[in-house]
């Protein structure tokens, strides 16, 4: 009916067909595949450096303990253990009562000596930072300085703290010192500051210095004893405890 038959295609013809079809769908796979890992290796090994959080290693030494009136150096160890630089790095630190500042390997930017501006930090980089200072107190006491390290890493615009607190025991005491002055004190205003010295031991103290630093803008206008460039240099018996006595005036607004 209707005309001649049309030429049927053998099957191993038509399965080679598919075969050939399936094939070339699998090689575009493959290589969507190859072309999405290169795509992927590329941006994990070209993109900038991402901050890691919790990057920076502080570690704050010194002596155990100390006898009173000694001087004593506390070391400060500190690295950025992070994938990017640190822009600004500073150092705040809680000194306890009793705690006189010496000097350090570099200069605090207070004045006060509380807080040293450390500049920027690269990754991987370890520095180091020296103060020294005497500390006074009690036989037995326990003084605790406190260290804050704060950094602002690159492209972000917040800042992160580690902080260690580090104890002294006052294994002997040598000295006493009593600082007594007014709490509150207006522009013009002049004030007593009086300091009492006591030796601790069994015999006489030779070859004391004892350094007196007023606060900002205050001007001497008496001082008894008489100080050389600040300083009192002497010898502090038992029984007769050093008293040192300066008139000063704040400075007029």
Known sequence: YGGPKKPRV????????????????????????????V???????????????????????????????N???????????????????????QWPDGFYYNESSESPTSETATT??????????????????????????TQTAVFRLS??????????EVKQSVDVLISDSQIDVVITSSEKVIAGQEVDFKAEVKN?????????DVEVVLPKDFV????????????????VEVDTPL???IKAKAADD
């Open 71 to 93: 001087e004593l150096t506390y070391l400060v160890e500190y690295e950025n253990q992070d994938f990017v630089a640190f822009k600004t790095v500073e150092l705040d630190v």
């Open 10 to 37: 053998p099957d191993e013809y038509r399965t080679l067909e598919r075969g050939r079809s399936h094939s070339w769908g699998f090689l575009i796979f493959l290589f969507l595949l190859f072309a999405a890992t």
């Open 200 to 208: 601790l031991t069994a015999g006489k103290l030779t070859g004391l």
């Open 220 to 235: 001497v206008v008496s001082q008894e004893p008489a100080l050389d460039q600040g300083h009192w240099r002497g010898d």
């Open 39 to 69: 795509s992927g290796f590329y941006y994990w090994n070209n993109r900038p450096p991402q901050f890691q959080g919790d990057s920076v290693k502080l570690r704050v030494t010194t002596d155990s303990e100390i006898v009173s009136g």
């Open 116 to 141: 040293w501006v450390l500049g920027p930090l690269d990754p991987g980089e370890r520095r180091q930072l020296r103060i020294k200072g005497q500390l006074v107190g009690t036989k037995g006491q």
């Open 151 to 160: 950094y602002r890493p690159e492209n972000i615009n917040s800042d992160f």
């Open 243 to 245: 008293v040192i006595t």
